[in-house]
Every structure is written in structure tokens, then in C-alpha cells.
């Protein structure tokens, strides 16, 4: 038979056992002290007798033996085991994915070997996580000297092909920028960036104005709406960032003699309104967890922008969200 | 003809930088390392620098912040950092504006050309865009040759817009380059001032240059959209 899985189980078999094997001896001892045969059993007369015996010195001192045992052992596991619990929620509820730590000491000490264990692995993790961003960021800062030559020396090419050329290193120089970005958000470096107070809708005029110039030479206009704001506390390039992706998303699907908005119309929160057709809800989910799922296929050259905004949106406490009717895509902030 | 201390290490893209601006009517010197611009700046004067951020021989902030806290020609600086908090650190250190890599030539001479015009730096009369010329000496302006007759106020906008030109100039800052502190400014004040300096382009035919992004600012751009 297989062993039960869980401790109370395996001690409930134990027990059972130890009360099997006692009943049994204390059977046989008695038997021997009172010189009880299987012929008294078969005794009308003396069953009774018997039957006594058996109660008073088998049943009774096992029952008082067995229930206190059970109810103790019991109790000592759901003990032992509370502080396991009491990890595994903390884990659960931890909102980072980096630096969760099991407290050893807090455990019953033969399970410190293995907390420990798990915390050395984690140690791993993170070291490995950390050491992939920092590789993304050394590539993405490596490529920038290599394209930076390419589009100088696009420049002194004419004609349609250099153009079509011109966008394609825009493009990629718009995923280097946005992995550089993500290697910062991620890492600890964001959670080391003190928060400040922003002032969210001053940061819509700054990255309205940042963005407009590009915006005009490509025939399409960009204005920022609404006068209500909220300041929160928050990484203002960080959120700088997360609000020019939307920006820089709406622009690339809004035609051109067409607007985008940007707006500042609830306090505590931001939304980009485009020419576009509007993203649905599953699709935001898709695209914002194309990080995730590692899916870097990009067919509408969207890039990681979505899921570095929703990260960004995320380690603030707020979400991203879209309004497809309204075509538009809302950063919302917490708890204003 | 303004004159630029390109420093840069890689050669290609120095040589590839002054080429491409020598298009754009700048003449470049290259140094590759801060010695050498050290030793350039030694002998000759330049109108502003263009600043490579990882030499061979030193990093390009620490020599800015050592060498010209307040003076000296204006830095542009050329970074391949670009991430979320370094992008203040260069114009901390005394540089005037930094690109991140990888930039166009335009984009290049369009920075430089707002940091040469910007005041007090490099004494330039006559500032010029597209095709709209504006003396700040004698405070006139002219379309393709043509004068304009500008109210004070007119041309204390188009004067502002034209030094930053390219860039959003935003609604506060021209209200308080406008009008006095002491100056009650109502809300379609401004406006009708822009409009009446579009109209006056406009009519002149510096057509489609002087541009609104409602909500945020003004912005004066050096060309035409394409279209």
C-alpha cells in the first residue's frame, strides 16, 4: 500500500498501527496473566467475564492512550506546519518577482535545510534575471554606434529605397530605446529611483511637446486635453516613458492630416486617444503579454511598447487600459 | 559659416558626422580623444561642440563638468545611453542638449542650430528660418525679402518662436516672455496675438510654418510638412 501523502495521514497510519500492535500485545498479555483460552470464548458462562477483562485492561487503556496521543500529535503538526503556511502567503502576496525570500528562521528547524535551499535558488534566479537584463541593455547600447553609422551614411543616399531604409533603422532604433527602457524597469535600479511627486498633467504637456515636432513633419497633429490632473508619486521618466510609447503607438497608426490626444481628463490619469481602429481588450492582453510568453513575432511593428507600458503601469500600482470605442488607451493610476 | 569641434572616437562616425554637416553649411574639426580637444580648443575657437560621451581617454561628462562650468562654446552631446534617468545627467554636467545614438544628420543640425541660436551664447543678429529672416538688433522681420510689419508684441513672439524654432515653445513661457508679472494676461490674449502673426506669415507667404499644438504651445518649424 502506498503511504498516504500528507504528514496527518502518514500519522494517523502510524498511529493506528501503534494502537493495532499495542491491542494486540496487551492481548496476549492478558491472556497469558489471566490465563484466557479461546476455550473461554466459546463459554456462554464465561464470556461475560472475559469480555470484562478485555474492556478494563485492553480497550479502556487504549482508548485513554490513543485519543490524547492523536489530539497531541495533531496539534504539534498544524504547528509545525502553520509557519509553512504563513510563508507561502507571504510569497504569494509578494507584488515583486524579485527579491522574495522564504524567512528560514521562522520555520521549524527541520524544514530550514530546505527553505534555505529554496532561497539559494532564488538567489540564482534573480542573479540570472539581472544578468539577461543587463545583457539586453549591453546589446541595445552596443547597436546603437553600428546604426547610428548606418543612418549617417543613409543620409547621404537619395531616393525611395534610402527612404524606405530610413524607416526600417526608425524602427529599430525605436526597439533599442524600448529595450533599454525595460531593462530599467525591471531591475532594481526602478525600485531604487526614489518616487517624486508628478505632476501628471504637466507631464502630458512635456511629452506632448516632445513628440509634436516629429508628429507635424509627418503631417499629423497632436494636442493635449483637458486641464484635469492629479499629482501622484511616482518615477517621472518611467512614466514619461510608458506615456510617449502610447504617444508613439497612436502616431504610427493615425493617418496622417488626422490628431491624436492626449488626454488629461480624470484626475490620476492619462489616456491617448488615435486615428487608429480602436484595440480590444484581448488584444492589449495579448500584446502586453508578448513579454511573457517571449512571442517577439510583430507584424503591426508595435514592438515591446504595450508590455513595457503595462510593466511600467505595474510597478506604479496602476494599470494600462483601452477603450476601443473610444479608440483610445488609459493609464490609470491608483488611489486618487 | 559656424564652426564645430566634432569629438569622437570611432573615426568612421566622426568623419561621417562632419561630411554630413558639411552639407549643411557647418565646418567641422575632429578630435578622437579629449586630449586632442583640449589641444584643439587651445588654438582655435568654435561655435559649439559635439560630444561623444565614451572616449578613449576619459569620460566626455566628467571633462564637460571640469571644463567650462558656465563658459565657453555650448556642448551638444552625442550618447548612446538613452535610458530613463541619464538622459538629465548630460545637461547637469553643463551640456546644452544631447542626442541619443543613433540620430540623422538633420536631426544633428536642427539641435545645432537652436543651441547657436540661443541668446547670450553666440552673438547672431540676423536669426533666420526657412524663409523668414528677423534682425534682433533693429527688431525687424522679413519674408522672402519682404518686410513685415510686426506690433511689439508680434515681434516679441516671432522673435522667441525663431530661437526655438523646431521645438514646442509652451504657452506659459511665452505669457511670461510677453507680458510683464505685474500684466493681467487673458486667456485668448495669446491667441489672438498668434493669430494675427499667422495671418501676417501667412499673407507674406512663409505659409503652413508657424504651427499650434493646442493645449501645450506654439512651434515655429523650419520647413514645411511634407505632404
Do not use: C
Not at chain 1, 544578468?131 to 553600428?146: C, G, N, Q, V, W
Not at chain 1, 501628471?200 to 516632445?210: H, I, K, R, S
Amino acid at each position: 500500500m502506498k503511504p498516504a501523502n500528507s504528514i496527518v495521514g502518514r500519522l494517523t497510519l502510524s498511529l493506528t498501527l501503534v494502537a493495532l500492535i499495542g491491542a494486540v500485545l496487551l492481548l496476549l498479555f492478558i491472556g497469558v496473566e489471566y490465563r484466557i483460552s479461546f476455550a473461554d470464548l466459546s463459554d456462554a458462562l464465561a464470556l461475560p467475564a472475559v469480555v470484562h477483562e478485555l474492556n478494563e485492561h485492553v480497550v479502556v487503556p487504549m482508548l485513554l492512550l490513543a485519543t490524547p496521543m492523536t489530539v497531541t500529535a495533531l496539534w504539534a503538526i498544524r504547528r509545525a506546519i502553520e509557519p509553512l503556511e504563513e510563508a507561502a502567503r507571504k510569497i504569494d502576496a509578494a507584488k515583486e518577482a524579485r527579491g522574495v525570500r522564504v524567512d528560514a528562521e521562522s520555520l521549524p528547524l527541520e524544514a530550514r535545510p530546505f527553505a534555505r535551499s529554496i532561497n539559494a535558488l532564488l538567489d540564482r534566479v534573480d542573479a540570472a534575471a539581472a544578468m539577461h537584463e543587463a545583457f539586453a541593455a549591453d546589446i541595445a547600447h552596443e547597436l546603437r554606434t553600428p546604426l547610428t553609422l548606418l543612418s549617417l551614411e543613409l543620409d547621404q543616399l537619395d531616393g525611395a529605397k534610402a527612404e524606405r531604409l530610413r524607416v526600417d533603422v526608425g524602427a529599430m532604433r525605436r526597439l533599442i530605446d524600448q529595450l533599454m527602457v525595460l531593462a530599467q524597469i525591471d531591475a532594481e535600479r526602478l525600485a531604487q529611483m526614489a518616487p517624486t511627486p508628478v505632476d501628471l498633467g504637466e507631464l502630458a504637456g512635456d511629452v506632448v511637446a516632445q513628440m509634436a515636432p516629429a508628429a507635424l513633419a509627418d503631417g499629423k497633429q497632436i494636442e493635449l486635453s483637458g486641464e484635469d490632473s492629479a499629482v501622484i508619486a511616482g518615477r517621472r521618466e518611467a512614466i514619461a516613458a510608458a506615456l510617449r510609447n502610447l504617444v508613439e503607438n497612436a502616431l504610427r497608426v493615425t493617418p496622417a492630416g488626422q490628431t491624436v490626444v492626449v488626454l488629461a481628463d480624470r484626475p490620476g490619469e492619462l489616456a491617448v486617444r488615435d486615428g487608429g481602429e480602436g484595440l480590444s481588450s484581448e488584444r492589449l492582453k495579448i500584446l502586453v503579454e508578448r513579454l511573457r510568453r517571449a512571442d517577439h513575432a510583430s507584424s503591426n511593428g508595435a514592438g515591446l511598447g504595450l508590455a513595457i507600458v503595462a510593466r511600467i503601469m505595474a510597478a506604479h500600482g496602476g494599470r494600462l487600459a483601452t477603450n476601443p470605442e473610444q479608440r483610445e488607451l488609459r493609464l490609470i493610476f491608483p488611489g486618487v | 559659416m559656424a564652426r564645430l569641434l566634432v569629438i569622437e572616437d570611432n573615426e568612421r562616425l566622426a568623419t561621417l558626422i562632419a561630411e554630413g554637416l558639411a552639407g549643411l553649411g557647418y565646418r567641422s574639426d575632429i578630435a578622437h580623444s579629449l586630449a586632442d580637444a583640449d589641444a584643439a580648443l587651445a588654438v582655435a575657437a568654435f561655435d559649439a561642440l559635439v560630444l561623444d560621451l565614451g572616449l578613449p581617454d576619459g569620460d566626455g561628462l566628467d571633462w564637460l563638468r571640469a571644463r567650462q562650468p558656465g563658459g565657453g562654446p555650448p556642448a551638444l552631446i552625442l550618447t548612446a545611453r538613452g535610458g530613463l534617468e541619464d538622459r538629465v545627467a548630460g545637461l547637469d554636467a553643463g551640456a546644452d542638449d544631447y542626442l541619443v545614438k543613433p540620430f540623422s544628420v538633420e536631426e544633428l543640425a536642427a539641435r545645432l542650430r537652436a543651441l547657436l541660436r540661443r541668446p547670450g551664447r553666440r552673438a547672431e543678429p540676423v536669426l533666420k528660418v526657412g524663409a523668414i529672416r528677423y534682425d534682433t538688433v533693429s527688431r525687424s522681420a522679413s519674408v522672402g525679402g519682404r518686410p513685415l510689419d510686426l506690433a511689439r508684441r508680434e515681434a516679441d513672439l516671432l522673435e522667441l518662436l525663431l530661437r526655438r524654432a523646431g521645438q514646442v515653445v509652451r504657452r506659459r513661457s511665452i505669457e511670461d516672455a510677453l507680458y510683464r508679472f505685474d500684466e493681467a494676461v487673458t486667456p485668448n490674449a495669446l491667441e489672438a496675438i498668434v493669430s494675427r502673426l499667422r495671418r501676417k506669415l501667412d499673407e507674406a507667404g512663409a505659409v503652413g510654418q508657424l504651427h499650434t499644438v493646442r493645449g501645450v504651445g506654439y512651434l515655429l518649424r523650419e520647413t514645411e510638412p511634407l505632404s
